[in-house]
């Protein structure tokens, strides 16, 4: 598959205006780190940050919303490497606010797929 040379900003706008609940969850995330124990992941990689469900949602769709979806590639890969990278969607974070992470993180490598960023075609090279 050839590398897409620039994300289309608009169809990235519009995923994330779909799920506008997510933005609100995201902003309810009060930074606790209560669901990084529940996270196998974390706990297996010498509880890395990175690998704390808070960050990697934060880091990925949070990261898209901040930026009203005005990515470049590069962003993209990198939100790439941390939605599959680090994150099996295994579903069993806990989050006492009530955030699903792991629905959250889906949307992201849904809106990666969107621009031909996905684990199998990535844009590394
Ligand atoms: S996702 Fe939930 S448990 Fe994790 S840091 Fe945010 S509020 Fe706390
Ligand atoms: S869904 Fe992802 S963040 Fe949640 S426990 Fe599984 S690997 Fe960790």
Known sequence: MEKQKSPDIGVIKELLNQKKNMKFFLSVCVGCG????????????????????????????????????ELTMEELGEIK???????????????????????????????CRSQGISREYGSDE
């Not at 992941?41 to 979806?69: A, E, H, T, W």
């Not at 699903?100 to 809106?111: D, F, V």
């Open 81 to 111: 490497s941390l939605v599959w990278e680090k994150c099996v969607l295994c579903t069993r974070c806990h989050c006492p606010m009530g955030i699903s992470i792991p629905a959250m993180i889906a949307w992201a490598r849904t809106i």
């Open 34 to 69: 209560m669901c990084a124990e529940s996270c196998f992941l974390y706990v297996n990689n010498q509880k890395d940050p990175s690998y704390m469900p808070s960050f990697k949602v934060i880091n990925s769709l949070g990261r898209m919303y901040k930026k009203k979806g």
